[in-house]
């Protein structure tokens, strides 16, 4: 729960929803809602085929999170889609690099967790993308989502701000 709400916030849950959509698109238009139905029993099935294990770790776990692969986010662009989501521990799904606290793509985090199992576990990963045919985005559909995207989330938080100079005019007006 947050402590603080800003429309930062807002801006990055509309992009997320809109990565999600477009996921939905690449999905043959069938939304990946793994709260409930198909979704839910897809979701099931991937945990299934790591054998409820970490996707990183290899470690067994009944609390295992779902980790987009390529972060659904303003600065990877990942798409919900069952081809990117896998199984991860709650101490893998850390990805930040200790250096500068910057994300780090899913490859390298492999290569940091799962040492000596790096090519195996690279190639069941691999392998869940191809299965469930993540979409291989070309340049430019990568550069018209993030286009969206950077303008969805400044519209956001642009029309926030809008919505509070209002506030402050129409209390000046009304209440004052």
């Not at 839910?40 to 991937?46: A, Y």
């Not at 799904?93 to 290569?111: A, E």
């Not at 967790?113 to 985005?137: M, N, S, T, V, W």
């Amino acid at each position: 729960m947050a402590v603080f709400n800003t429309y930062s916030d807002s801006a990055n849950t509309a992009v997320r929803a809109f990565l999600t959509k477009v996921g939905a698109y690449y999905n043959g238009g069938k939304k990946f809602d793994t709260s409930n139905g198909k979704g839910k029993l897809i979701w099931e099935t991937i945990k299934k085929e790591f054998n409820s294990s970490c996707c990183y770790c290899g470690k067994q776990s009944d609390q295992l999170t779902m980790e987009h692969l390529i972060m659904i986010n303003r600065s990877e662009f990942g798409l919900h889609h069952p081809g990117n989501v896998v199984p991860c521990c709650k101490q893998c799904n850390k990805r930040t690099k200790k250096t500068d606290k910057t994300p780090m793509h899913w490859v390298d985090h492999l290569k940091v967790i799962a040492g000596k199992d790096y090519e195996h576990r690279l190639q069941i990963i691999g392998g869940h993308i191809k299965k469930y045919q993540y979409p291989k985005l070309t340049e430019n559909e990568i550069k018209t989502i993030k286009v969206i995207a950077e303008s969805l989330y400044k519209n956001i938080v642009s029309e926030g701000d809008k919505s509070f100079e209002l506030y402050i005019a129409l209390r000046k007006e009304f209440l004052d």
